[in-house]
């Protein structure tokens, strides 16, 4: 079991950053591929990215070039930059953590593990 714990989010006007954290109980952190999902008011949750147990780093095409995540096994924590924010990135953002390695790694079904989320607003 790990329980995931996300941080960072906050209101920003547009073009502004923030940094999210998620930080995971538990010694076995560096033996998941830590996710990051979205969901927009009555929309369902999106991909928007994660990093494999060898910082392979995937991104979902409207976040691509913006967003960088990133993890520190040694604070159990994973990261994700936002920069460039648009309006369209308000959602609530929610951490997963991924050790079955098992289905696609842009659904929801492929991640055992969910923090409770953190609500980004972006303002235009």
């Known amino acids: 079991q790990v329980q995931l714990v996300e941080s960072g989010g906050g209101l920003v006007q547009a073009g502004g950053s923030l940094r999210l954290s998620c930080a995971a109980s538990?010694?076995?952190?560096?033996?998941?591929?830590m996710g990051w999902f979205r969901q927009a008011p009555g929309k369902e949750r999106e991909f928007v990215s994660r990093i494999s147990r060898r910082n392979n780093e995937y991104y979902a095409d409207s976040v691509k070039g913006r967003f960088t995540i990133s993890r520190d096994n040694a604070k159990n924590t994973v990261y994700l930059q936002m920069n460039s924010l648009k309006p369209e990135d308000t959602a609530v953002y929610y951490c997963?953590?991924?050790?079955?390695?098992?289905?696609?790694?842009?659904?929801?079904?492929?991640?055992?593990?969910w923090g409770q989320g953190t609500q980004v607003t972006v303002s235009s």
């Open positions: 538990g010694r076995t952190f560096s033996s998941y591929a």
């Open positions: 997963a953590a991924d050790s079955q390695f098992s289905g696609s790694i842009y659904y929801t079904t492929a991640y055992e593990y």
